[in-house]
């Protein structure tokens, strides 16, 4: 348990936030960079007035900008050759925002049109030409995987169809041909805000998708049907770690993680030991792989855990307990740096159950962090 003074002493101490130094995290690059004297994260938060905005902290701990947008957001990746970034609104926002990350303004809003609206996530091509993004068709209920130009003032040039519901994070492949998709499986519509309305027919699945074409190479079924596959990474060998939500009785405890090796198609889950599996409540949310050791995290916010597993062999390695854990990001050697939904910004590795408290905000983060810089 964080003890209340470990976590006050957190808020003196922004400025460690310089062991932020060497993040990888964005869906945009899978490489390890030379860490630059100065890096910028970014996430959705909300403010102690329940405001929605995108922020944007330092390595140093400097908060850069706070900038008001219509959408209460979640995801973003950040453009691999421009000062650019995008935040996605999540579902059922209808917004994206490109962020000049040497400004700190937004450059650009993105409207996702009528009878479509966004799902938080989305990943750039390798050279920064095209962005993918998860939307929703909601009159028919299907999902798309949405192609834009950034070359072309982010202009719509395809809709790939992933002959399902609900696509939700995905990342690039190493190959960088390919797109990781994380199919959710549930039905929304705006007129019904966030309320689920087809879990007796859920159809959850994690998908190979041609970034080119738009062809489904492989898709892989949960155990459950009502395993709501929503987050993921990529490891650089090509192993992907995804997390799921379940939506079915709170007193059962399927496993919520699943390991595919897309190197040769093995694809399983992993069973926590029971106690553990039991407190995560059924529901994870980031997922964060470190390009410096086969190590992955899971936050589980319902729990407040943060599951570090080997995702080469899917060994548990150790759990962390942070109250409202949110998003993960690895550091710049094997551990991670995870946020709390209460503020609090903290490092947690694999050689120890202890947890350092990096710094502390007045506002409420969201579920993911993103490297802009």
């Known amino acids: 348990m964080l003890n209340r003074r470990l976590f006050l002493q957190g808020s003196l101490a ?3 936030l310089g062991a932020f130094g060497g993040l990888t995290g964005c869906a945009a690059s899978l490489q390890k960079q030379t860490a630059p004297a100065s890096r910028l994260y970014l996430s959705a938060v909300d403010n102690e007035d329940g405001a929605h905005l995108i922020a944007g902290i330092d390595s140093a701990g400097k908060t850069r900008f706070q900038l008001p947008v219509s959408d209460r957001c979640h995801g973003g990746c950040a453009h691999p050759g421009q000062q650019q970034a995008v935040v996605f609104a999540r579902r059922p926002g209808r917004h994206f925002y490109v962020i000049d990350t040497a400004s700190g303004k937004i450059h650009k809003t993105v409207e996702a049109g009528p009878e479509y609206h966004f799902y938080g996530h989305g990943v750039f091509s390798t050279d920064g030409r095209y962005l993918y993004v998860t939307v929703n068709h909601f009159i028919s209920g299907d ?13 719509v040039v395809d809709n790939f169809a992933v002959d399902g519901i609900g696509p939700h994070e995905l990342r690039l492949h190493p190959d960088g041909e390919t797109l990781i998709i994380a199919l959710g499986g549930i039905k929304t519509h705006p007129d019904y805000d966030r309320i689920k309305l087809n879990l007796d027919t859920m159809k959850p699945a994690l998908l190979l998708m041609d970034r080119h074409s738009g062809r489904i190479n492989q898709r892989y ?3 459950h049907h009502q395993l709501s596959c929503r987050h993921l990474d990529v490891s650089p060998e090509g192993v992907v770690i995804a997390g799921y939500q379940y939506q079915g009785p709170e007193w059962e405890t399927p496993p919520l993680i699943a390991r595919l090796d897309t190197r040769n198609g093995e694809f399983s889950e992993i069973a926590l030991p029971s106690d553990l599996q039991a407190s995560l409540n059924n529901y994870t949310a980031s997922i964060a792989i470190s390009p410096n050791a ?3 995290a899971i936050t589980a916010p319902r729990g407040h855990r943060v599951v570090l597993i080997n995702y080469m062999t899917g060994a548990l390695i150790r759990t ?4 409202d854990v949110a998003g993960a990001l690895p550091d710049d050697q094997d551990g991670f740096i995870v946020s709390s939904g209460q503020g609090g910004v903290f490092h947690v590795t694999p050689q120890s159950d202890a947890i350092s408290a990096l710094g502390h905000y007045r506002f409420h983060w969201d579920n993911h962090l993103t490297l802009a810089s």
């Open 221 to 223: 079924t949960p155990s």
């Open 143 to 155: 999902g798309f995987i949405r192609v834009y130009d950034a070359g072309n003032d982010y202009q």
């Open 320 to 323: 962390a307990e942070v109250h």
């Open 294 to 296: 086969p190590h992955a």
């Open 14 to 16: 922004t400025a460690a």
